[in-house]
Structure formats: C-alpha cells, structure tokens
C-alpha cells in the first residue's frame, strides 16, 4: 500500500530564514511519481513540482528546491530567504504509474506560517 | 489553467438530505476525480472516472456515488447527508505534460452538513 508521511504539522518561522519541509513516502512499485501542492489561505491547491522515480536530480526553481533521495524514500522541500506569501499548507503526494490514470495519495500536511 | 469549475461552491443542507456536487472541464480530459480534505487527514479520494460511464471506489467511497453522462462533467452525489461528510471537496483531472500524467485541481466545494 502507498502512503505518504509529513511529520511536521505545523512550521512556523522568520521572515528570510530558510526551511525546509520533510516528506517520506513508502510504496512497493518501482515506477512512481511524487508531487508538491501549496494550499494558500484562499484555499485552491496549487501543483508545484512532480518528480518521476526515475530521475533522483534535485530541482531548483527560484527560492524552491526539491531533494529526491531513493534510499531514504523521502522527497523534501526547501524555501530558501522564505517570504510571507509563502505561508500556506503545503502537501506531498505519491501516485503509481498507470497510463493516465494517477489518483494520488497525499500527506496531511504541513502549514508553514511565515512572521514579518 | 486547466478549466476546471465546481459548483456550487458553498453549501449548507441538513442531514438527510441529497446533495449533488458537480464538477465541469473545457478541456475533454480523460480522467477525473473526486477528494474530500479534512483537517489532519490532507485530501483522500473518494472517486474517480476513467471515461464517460467508468469510474471506480476510492478511499473513502462509502455514502457517495457519482455518474459521468458527458466527458466534462462528472457528479458527486451524498445520498442522504450525514455530518462527517461536512468537508471541503476538490474535483481534478489528470492532464498530460509530455509523456507524464499531471494533476491538476478545481476550486473546491465547501460543504456543511448541519
């Protein structure tokens, strides 16, 4: 069975600090994707990033980066100089790989609130 | 954008009561779906499609149907409303991106149960 694990439930830190939010996922198939979604106060799910199994590169996008490590099943995101528009709740989330098909299991979370 | 709306977007009804929640794509997507999220438990799937008139039990399936007539639209139905089933309900479809399958989301549905 697939199930993802965000440990932290809440995050709180300074403007400008760094942070970085854990994700652990177990699955038994050896083709998988993994994803991030921000959920910001006004409530929509926003996709971030997806992460193939195949592919263990880590991801900068701006102050964004994705660590995908395999041998510690984990997929951490990191906020480098955080901002107040970036508190929200963020979900990691894993779905098998079948054709389109991709119903996903998600975390329940982490919110992250970000002080001026 | 993904041209995905959900209506209605907040609702309020009593227990006991039907309720049909819809959800529409302008962008002829095969597969679509069907979260409730709760607090502490993120989002579990409830239902998904596959095609007009295919769809398939997801995690939390039991007291909601669903139907799909048309390709963009795919109904989420609570038979008779209890109060656990006050959530907030997402809608999404799976789009391709390359050869890779992306999920993408509506905006949700409010929905109390009083």
């Known amino acids: 069975a697939q199930k993802v694990t965000q440990a932290q439930t809440e995050i709180s830190v300074v403007e400008k600090e760094d942070v970085t939010l854990d994700c652990v996922y177990e699955?038994?198939?050896?083709?998988?994707?993994l994803f991030w979604y921000k959920q910001p106060p006004s409530g929509e799910l926003v996709f971030l990033i997806r992460?193939?199994?195949?592919?263990?590169q880590n991801e900068i996008s701006g102050r964004y980066s994705w660590n995908f490590q395999k041998s510690t099943s984990s997929f951490n995101f990191t906020i480098t100089a955080s901002q107040v528009v970036d508190s929200a709740v963020y979900f990691c989330?894993?779905?098998?790989?079948?054709?389109?098909?991709?119903?996903?299991?998600f975390g329940k979370g982490t919110r992250l609130s970000v002080i001026a | 954008d993904a041209g995905i709306t959900q209506s209605p977007r907040h609702k309020v009804t009593e227990t006991g009561t039907p309720v049909t929640l819809r959800c529409h794509q302008t962008?002829?997507?095969?597969?679509m779906y069907w979260y409730r999220q709760d607090p502490g438990h993120g989002l579990r799937l409830i239902h998904y499609?596959?095609?007009?008139?295919?769809?398939d039990k997801g995690e939390v399936s039991d007291g909601y149907s669903v139907s799909r007539s048309k390709t963009e639209d795919f109904l989420l139905t609570l038979e008779s409303a209890t109060s656990s089933q006050t959530s907030v309900y997402f809608c999404?479809?799976?789009?391709?991106?390359?050869?890779?399958?992306?999920?993408?989301f509506g905006p949700g549905t409010r929905l109390t149960v009083t």
């Open positions: 962008e002829n997507h095969r597969y």
């Open positions: 499609s596959y095609g007009v008139k295919d769809t």
């Open positions: 989330a894993l779905s098998e790989v079948n054709s389109g098909n991709t119903p996903l299991v």
């Open positions: 999404a479809i799976s789009e391709p991106v390359g050869d890779i399958y992306e999920q993408y």
């Open positions: 992460r193939n199994s195949f592919d263990e």
């Open positions: 699955t038994r198939d050896t083709t998988y994707y």
